[in-house]
């Protein structure tokens, strides 16, 4: 008798529906269990997709409310490097201290020319970026960059009345057309909406091939649970009958914990819980099928 997933999901849940599936072949099991995982997939998917879509607009507030003037803060009011020298419209040396006793220095006077009295930072000089790190060892590891190779680099604050927080203008060779970009709140909401859409679809088939794995995985371990039932009341049911019982007997412990996950309710050792869920289905649904089977013989 053919029987709907949702039907079957529900009855997974009543260790006597096990006498309904036991005989039937492996693959409907399996099945059913794609289709379950899929559920569970999709629901703890579109939790962390639905987490991160609030996170990425609070951040987005919080752009609009302080960007603007963490941006007059930290940063000049006006960057551009022209032909491979850096000017500036800001009081220099710039110096603004960041944690872990660092600092992001630009400096084209000549005042300053290294990182030597920082553990960490970034220093623009007129004719290159200097980066310094201390790594958690000691190790002290220092990059450069010469602008010697840029032709035109324009940084300055974009018009907030109109949206806009930063404006781009670069050439990427000396003979090619000037290029520009404006990233405005706008398009850093636009660029959110479409993030945590994108997201969703490679985050759900992870989780679906990880469940599947690991689901399959506790099938076949767990089966020694149905094996020691099977031999201590000498039930006779065929390996195959245990695989099909204990795909079912998966979802009452699988459902319990997705709820879990989805409620952020976090219960201590509650492995050894889904161990004991799971071993349980696993016992009751060999005893239910072997109970009917010596009805039917009789």
Known sequence: MKMSFW???GQSFNPKFYNEIAEQGFGKSFKYLVLFLLLVGLLIGGKFSFVIKTGLQQANQWISENLPGKMKEYLPQQIEIKNGKLSVDAEQPFIRLLAEEGAFIVDTTGKITSLDDYKNGLLITETKLIFKQTKPTGAVETKEQSFANVPLLNIKPGDNSRGEIIKLAWKSSPTEPEQFFVLTYELLDKWARTLWKIAFLPFFMF???YFLISKLLQLFLFSLVSLITNAIINAKLQYK?????GIYALTPATFLATLFILFNVRIPAFGL??????????ALGVVHVSR???????
């Open 273 to 282: 819980i889904y161990i004991l869920i799971y071993s349980t289905f696993l």
């Open 292 to 298: 009917q089977r010596l009805q039917v013989a009789d």
């Open 241 to 245: 009958n245990l695989l099909n019982i």
């Open 207 to 209: 989780l679906f091939v």
């Open 7 to 9: 039907k079957s999901l």
